[in-house]
């Protein structure tokens, strides 16, 4: 668990040459052009719930035929082995037109690819490079904050999200809020949580950077304590805690994204701590968690300050999540992954 892990050194991203640490002072870029059409949706056959929320997210999204990609295997599984994953990637590449840079996924299990996660494994292939042996750095994200928006063009990646529910009325009031989120501009509040919990606490020590150099576009507040209650403005929520109190209390904004640090939160279906779905089911449009124990390295969770920046920048949530993991192989992310608030759609 993370708390056997407390006098690992945190290495920072700079420290790590991780494509720059210069990212705030970077001029904004245009607005993205990833767009539905850049999109492929894998769907389980064999799986009805799977396909229901692929064919309403084709009609929510106008997804063209040609970008919905069927596979087949028994639903319900927690994990793939990798053997099974590879010949089911092999079918996905198979019939992936060449316009995709990204990929959605309909199912909210399984969840892993051995040691991967099957969000990573979908982007990078089955690797073991990205997978870690006890408390190991990971193979590098090559999208990790990168400004290109042709992630597959320049990168020979897909990132890939889970459009993740356990059935389908949350599935469709997820993919509901991601289209209503697009050009909306909303106003709110980004939460930093600073938690008592000092082995899941470690982004803390980015937050003050965060409120110090952000721009002065949205509100940022660090907080204190282990429970945000009864706020009705949450456009971001970070904290890090193996248990989130009290999300019954909050209003999230149209495509917020929120995520907790802790071992096991992207198991989605059977983790003894909190799942990641908590979060989409409170209201978020996003969210991520570790699949396998990662230690706790920051470099393996979302980097608050890339996500925002990137977020309000223009760019899709699967892009701006994406952009902000520098270690991502332990981890999943899921959420609508066109929704754009803070930016204009070329359609």
Not at 102 to 112: I, Q, S
Request: hydrophobic fraction near 40%; glycine fraction near 6%; charged fraction near 15%.
């Amino acid at each position: 668990m993370l708390d056997d892990f407390l006098k690992i050194p945190l290495l920072g991203f700079c420290l790590l040459n991780l494509s720059g640490c210069d990212w705030i002072s970077r001029q904004v870029s245009p607005p993205t052009q990833f767009t539905a059409k850049n999109l492929a949706v894998i769907v389980n056959e064999a799986d009805p719930l799977s396909v229901q929320i692929g064919e309403y997210y084709q009609r929510k999204r106008r997804i063209a035929a040609r970008n919905i990609i069927k596979i087949s295997f028994p639903p319900q599984q927690t994990a793939l082995t990798p053997e099974t994953f590879k010949e089911l990637k092999a079918t996905v590449d198979a019939q992936t037109p060449s316009m995709v840079e990204g990929y959605a996924l309909t199912w909210a299990a399984p969840y892993r690819v051995g040691c991967m996660s099957i969000t990573s494994a979908f982007a990078f292939g089955f690797n073991p490079a990205f997978c870690a042996n006890g408390c190991n750095p990971t193979a590098v994200n090559p999208f990790f904050n990168q400004e290109t928006i042709h992630p597959y063009k320049h990168l020979k990646i897909r990132p890939t999200i889970m459009l993740a529910a356990t059935n389908f009325e949350q599935a469709k009031q997820l993919i509901d809020r991601g289209v209503a989120a697009d050009e909306t501009f909303p106003t709110g509040t980004a939460y930093l949580l600073n938690t008592t919990d000092k082995a899941r606490n470690v982004r803390s020590q980015f937050y003050r950077f965060i409120t110090n150099s952000m721009p002065f576009q949205f509100d940022i507040k660090e907080i204190k304590g282990d429970v945000l209650e009864n706020k009705t403005d949450v456009m971001f929520y970070f904290t890090g805690l193996a248990q989130v109190e009290k999300l019954n209390t909050l209003r999230f904004r149209p495509g917020a994204i929120a995520d907790h640090l802790t071992s096991l939160g992207g198991q989605l279906t059977d983790s003894s701590q909190m799942s990641s779905l908590r979060w989409l089911e409170a209201g978020a449009t996003g969210s991520y968690g570790a699949v396998v124990e990662p230690c706790n390295f920051p470099q393996k969770f979302p980097y608050p300050a890339i996500v925002i920046q990137s977020y309000l920048n223009g760019s899709t949530l699967l892009e701006s999540y994406w952009k902000s993991v520098a270690w991502p192989g332990q981890g999943v992310f899921i959420g609508e992954p066109l929704a754009r608030p803070f930016g204009h759609i070329h359609r």
